[in-house]
């Protein structure tokens, strides 16, 4: 009678863990299919039906060019703090102005 509570026990955990073995890989099987719902946005204020137009990289190698080349004042390849801080201010007062 013991015996036959154990295996049933241990019948359950297997059908459990099979159970969900089969849900991770149905799950990343959709996720490497990319199927998900096109209307699903990660942000809440883009809509389902907006095109995203995807930047190209040397677009986007010279925009981060123009804003090193505004914004980095010691030339050392970063913007910090005080750079950063020095640019909102500015910006701020042109805006204000």
Same mark, same amino acid.
């Given at each position: 009678?013991?015996?036959m509570?154990?295996?049933?026990?241990? !019948?359950?955990?297997?059908?459990?863990?099979?159970?969900?073995?089969? !849900?991770?890989? !149905?799950?990343?099987?959709?996720?490497l299919?990319?199927?998900?719902?096109?209307?699903?946005?990660?942000?809440k204020?883009?809509?389902?039906?907006?095109?995203?137009?995807?930047?190209?990289?040397?677009?986007?190698?010279?925009?981060?060019?123009?804003?090193?080349?505004?914004?980095?004042?010691?030339?050392?390849g970063?913007?910090?703090?005080?750079?950063?801080?020095?640019?909102?201010?500015?910006?701020?007062?042109?805006?204000?102005?």
């Amino acid at each position: 009678m013991a015996v036959m509570v154990h295996l049933r026990i241990y !019948s359950i955990d297997f059908l459990c863990c099979i159970i969900l073995a089969t !849900s991770i890989i !149905s799950l990343a099987e959709d996720h490497l299919d990319g199927s998900h719902h096109p209307s699903m946005r990660l942000d809440k204020n883009m809509g389902g039906d907006e095109h995203v137009q995807i930047i190209k990289e040397e677009e986007l190698i010279k925009l981060i060019d123009g804003v090193l080349q505004d914004d980095d004042k010691n030339n050392d390849g970063y913007i910090d703090y005080a750079e950063f801080a020095n640019h909102n201010a500015f910006a701020r007062l042109r805006r204000d102005s």
